[in-house]
């Protein structure tokens, strides 16, 4: 899968969950989660691949 596809499949979860009504605390960390989450990924795979 490419990085971008990941970004945007991420991003739009970003924007469901912040959407969804929640307290600002549990809506800030789960779209920091969400957005952190693909560049673990990304950095994890480049890891193994070098």
Known sequence: ???????????????????????????FKKVFIATCYPYVIIFLIKKLIL
């Open 1 to 27: 899968m490419k990085p971008r596809l990941y970004l945007k499949i991420f991003q739009s979860k970003a924007c469901e969950l912040t959407a969804s009504k929640q307290t600002r605390e549990e809506r």
